[in-house]
């Protein structure tokens, strides 16, 4: 007699329970990670570490941080904590982990993601200048490429790892393909949609230990506000659904890597060139990742890329 098939549990409640306990966990660390930074700024200034060149860009970096900062990085530590026993209580097939391996191939994939992505996107933002939604700086700093390329090339490796090796690859290990990609998609644009409203803050002279969960709350009201939602939470979606069918094309990271370093290469570089001066919601938003003409931009970059990347390396 065939033994039964044996049933593959969902990792879906245990990955949204993680999410939770990242949101929560950040939420009570941001004020002692805010006091412990206000702490450091005086000791500094009382001592003659201040005065060295690592003091006074630390000094600098602190007192350009509002509450919002404290958060975002209290919730990265609460995720690096939380990890481990996540991944301890699912179990990753290896057949489902993309390839890391560095070839010629690869380079190429990552070379055309990052070209279109950030192409495409810097084109439209210029478009958008001529079209008055946006004015370049009075002295606009064109060759400050540090800050734009060291973001790109972070968020890309850490989020396409978190994203389309650990999380796809669990989702794909235990339901169908096109229900795994769509789990997938949307935890990527939830994630990203979950901020603060533009320009809000909390001052420093009213934070307590329920602040964190008063930006929860902040980052809430973005649920409420439909043109907004379908501006910004649709770009993302489609973001994360290029950056998924990259990955499930080559089965590895590289071209998702380009492709997602280019965006967001794309973005910081504009940001840094540019103010905004108006917007035309939902068409053109406060930044290039808001409208249904970046989404637009996003889905005929995510679709050129599928049709120059090699289909003989799609995965099982």
């Not at 009382?46 to 509002?66: N, V, Y």
């Not at 089965?251 to 940001?271: E, T």
Request: glycine share 10%; with cysteine.
């Amino acid at each position: 007699m065939q033994a039964p098939m044996p049933i593959t549990s969902s990792p879906l409640p245990r990955l949204l329970l993680y999410l939770f306990a990242v949101m929560a966990g950040g939420a009570l660390l941001a004020t002692p990670l805010f006091h412990l930074g206000q702490q450091t700024q005086a000791w500094l200034a009382d001592t003659s570490l201040g005065d060295s060149g690592p003091g006074r860009w630390l000094l600098s970096e602190i007192k350009r941080a509002h509450f919002t900062r404290y958060f975002n990085r209290a919730v990265l530590i609460s995720a690096l904590l939380f990890i481990w026993p996540c991944l301890r209580g699912l179990r990753l097939q290896r057949d489902r982990l993309p390839s890391w391996n560095i070839s010629a191939t690869a380079l190429k994939s990552f070379g055309m993601g990052f070209s279109l992505a950030a192409g495409l996107l810097l084109l439209m933002g210029f478009l958008f200048i001529q079209c008055g939604a946006y004015q370049l700086r009075p002295s606009p700093g064109w060759w400050k490429l540090g800050e734009p390329i060291t973001a790109a090339l972070g968020a890309s490796l850490v989020e396409e790892f978190f994203f389309r090796a650990l999380l796809l690859g669990l989702l794909l290990g235990s339901m169908p393909r096109r229900l795994a990609v769509f789990w997938a998609v949307f935890i990527f644009a939830i994630v990203h949609f979950l901020k603060p409203p533009e320009g809000w803050q909390i001052s420093d002279d009213q934070i307590t230990w329920t602040s964190g969960f008063v930006v929860l709350g902040q980052m809430a009201l973005g649920f409420s506000d439909i043109q907004f939602l379908l501006a910004e939470f649709a770009t993302l979606a489609a973001v994360g659904w290029a950056l998924t069918q990259a990955r499930l094309r080559t089965g590895a990271l590289w071209a998702g890597i380009g492709l997602h370093a280019g965006w967001v290469f794309g973005l910081k570089w504009f940001s840094g060139l540019t103010f905004h001066l108006k917007g035309w919601l939902p068409w053109i938003g406060p930044n290039l990742k808001v409208g249904l003409v970046p989404l637009a931009v996003v889905l005929v970059t995510g679709w050129l890329l599928l049709q120059l990347l090699p289909r003989d390396q799609e995965t099982r």
